[in-house]
């Protein structure tokens, strides 16, 4: 598991997400919104909303929330129309950043994560200056109580995916970014219930930081995934187990 996403899982095991479930819940029902405004208000033909209220369970989002977002989405119901952005850059140590915003106001949004950037020792970047850093994953997580490895591995590799670990009393699914749906739905037919389902941008190398640095590197990562228009934040980081769990 790379330094990012067993600091997000630990946030998650220590209930640190807890004290921020109605932006977590503003941020689901964005993605929500934006995915059936794009393909359609029904999952079983959207991928891309499929994978948003799976993401919207995982955090115990209401139903009602859920069918309100779509309907924002699908023009049932009024909502702001957001713009989808990209915008890459440096933490201290050379580690890379790359994050996903919706905003509906790019004026607003560029200029605040530039700040934030600045006072965590980073850099806001160009288009294109870390992307070519990560690929486009599915990661799918399931208790290590619902299922054993061997009929996981069967399910999953069947249906395309790529690698399977244990970790934490959890299996943790890595899929292709076309086969995460494939492998998500043959898990559900066999009516095994992941815990989360994402699509991610996963590393594909990264960087040792330590110290201040490390403590600048969290707190940069922690300031974007606050800000109102960032829906997500990925990083290269390698810490160690310790300062990630004080962090968190």
């Known amino acids: 598991m790379s330094g990012h996403s067993k600091w997000a899982t630990i946030k998650r095991k220590k209930?640190?997400?807890?004290?921020?479930?109605?932006?977590?819940?503003t941020k689901a029902a964005k993605e929500i919104t934006?995915?059936?405004?794009?393909?359609g208000g029904d999952?079983?033909?959207?991928a891309r909303l499929r994978a948003a209220i799976q993401a919207a369970k995982a955090i115990n989002m209401p139903n009602a929330n859920v069918d309100r977002a779509i309907k924002r989405g699908t023009g049932e119901l009024e909502g702001a129309?957001?713009?989808?952005?990209?915008?890459?850059?440096?933490?201290?140590?050379?580690?890379?950043?790359m994050i996903e915003a919706a905003t509906d106001n790019r004026n607003r949004t560029f200029p605040e994560l530039r700040k934030i950037f600045e006072k965590c020792g980073g850099t806001l970047g160009s288009a294109g200056?870390?992307?070519?850093?990560?690929e486009r994953k599915g990661v799918i997580e399931i208790p290590a109580s619902a299922t054993t490895e061997d009929r996981l591995m069967e399910l999953c590799l069947d249906a395309g995916?790529?690698?399977?670990?244990a970790e934490d009393e959890t299996f943790r699914v890595t899929t292709g970014a076309t086969t995460f749906h494939a492998v998500l739905r043959a898990l559900e037919d066999a009516g095994v219930e992941p815990t989360r389902a994402e699509l991610e941008l996963v590393a594909t190398t990264s960087a040792k930081v330590e110290g201040k640095e490390a403590e600048q590197v969290l707190r940069l990562v922690e300031m974007l995934e606050d800000?109102?228009?960032?829906?997500?934040?990925?990083?290269?980081?390698?810490?160690?187990d310790?300062?990630?769990a004080a962090s968190a």
Do not use: C
Not at 34 to 39: D, E, I, K, N, V
Not at 161 to 165: F, H, K, M, P
């Open 242 to 244: 310790d300062t990630l």
């Open 227 to 240: 800000h109102d228009d960032v829906q997500h934040v990925w990083a290269n980081f390698d810490i160690d």
């Open 34 to 39: 934006m995915a059936a405004r794009a393909s």
């Open 129 to 134: 200056s870390v992307g070519f850093l990560f």
């Open 81 to 97: 129309l957001y713009e989808e952005i990209t915008y890459e850059g440096y933490a201290p140590g050379g580690v890379a950043v």
């Open 161 to 165: 995916g790529e690698d399977i670990a």
């Open 43 to 46: 999952p079983d033909l959207n």
């Open 15 to 25: 209930g640190a997400l807890d004290a921020k479930r109605g932006a977590q819940f």
